[in-house]
């Protein structure tokens, strides 16, 4: 291990030692939780001197950590410290001439293709400062500290990207005489700690004497990793970069459960009938993950979307209602060809959908259908049309006060799509959606 991380090593130990020991010797509060946080990581950063075009397509990760928070006396300012882990998954994205590459034949023919590694996975230790605003009966809690971040290569042990088009014979990559690839990237820098800032707002909501749930917007401040880029076309060599991002933006959803000590002030909040004769209403913004079934046809396989949600029963959650949405569906190529550009768009979704919740309680079952129409507003190029019309289904956990307050839900999300490549419909049923908003009447 080189001198610098051994550094790191023995400042993560002290940093534990001091955090378990101020959890422990003061504060009025005590908690221990979960976290998972799907979140959106930016285009890789390229630099791309070749006559084609080369780019970093967006993705979508999932982290996942667990950790203790301690407020001091005051009940307002705390810290928090945790372990996280996650991976992630960094892509390349080719569109150039055919007739570049390999035996020269193709005529005016494109290659438009995504080539993807291996997920490289990473672990963190996290101390931040913790924050609570009072709003009425429930309160916003901040946090913001450093993380120490430890990128490993993941089971597989490849942190590379290389692909060989138009050859006469395919290409082997173990085959020292087969020569270079045509495209290759790959990130250097792995194996080493790096520093990054979390920040976090989050709303937290006090489940029972024992129990709380949090659900919040995370952004974490880092740079991105170091990367080479090779590519050979019309029989020259050209040497770029690829750095794939680690910062990003992300909606996560925490569960804690409180000390004994905690849970003695604890005073539940007043949820009685209070019937108004209005229909209760919601606004949230709903991200899912779309399985990799179909990851050769979109290169950016996730949904985002802003949503409309009114229940069809007036002072009651439970019973059926109906969701209409805007938002960001599935990639495709347009027209425009501009070389080291991405001329890659997103669909505009329009989700509509029924849902039927289970349980009159602020906590409840759903389950609903529905449809997202997609519209590319710009041409899109010949040879990648598809039906843009997905059919959905879900089955979860949604949480809704019965008054005015944070909805959270997150359930799994089945779909069908006619892919006119296959001419045929295929599920996929990997499909996982969070949604975070606010519910009025």
Known sequence: ????????????????????????????????????????VPAAAVENPS????????????NIGIYALRYFKTGRIGIKAGLEHGALRYSVGVDAPRNAFGTGSGGDSQINVGLESNPFTYSALTISAAYKLPIKERFLEFTLGPSIRHYGFGKDGFYEIGHAFNRSTPYDWDDPLAGPPDVRASVTDLDHFYLSFPISVDYVVRMSRLSQIKFGIMHNISTPLNGVLDVQMYGQMYHGSFRPRTGFWGVSVQYERLSKKSAASYKKRDTGPDHVGKFRKALFFETYVKSDFLSHVYDKPYFLSANYDIRLKKDSNQGFGFTVGAGLGDEYLTTVQTNNTSNHRRRLAL??????????????????????????????????????????????????????GFIGRVAWIPTAEKIPVYSNYAINWGNVGISVGYSFR
Request: aromatic share 10%; no cysteine.
């Open 1 to 40: 291990m080189q001198p610098f991380s051994k550094r790191i090593v023995v400042f993560i130990a002290l940093a534990a030692i001091v955090a378990a020991n101020a959890m422990n010797t003061y504060g009025q509060s005590t908690a221990f939780g979960g976290r998972v946080t799907p979140s959106h």
């Open 51 to 62: 006559p084609s075009n080369i780019y970093g397509p967006q993705g979508l990760n999932i």
């Open 351 to 404: 989700p509509v959908g029924i849902n039927y919740i289970v349980g009159a309680k602020q906590h409840g079952g759903e389950v609903g259908v529905g449809l997202i129409p997609q519209i590319p507003l710009n041409n899109v190029r010949t040879g990648f049309e598809f039906n843009g019309t997905v059919f959905s289904a879900r089955l979860g956990y949604r949480f809704q006060p019965l008054r005015e």
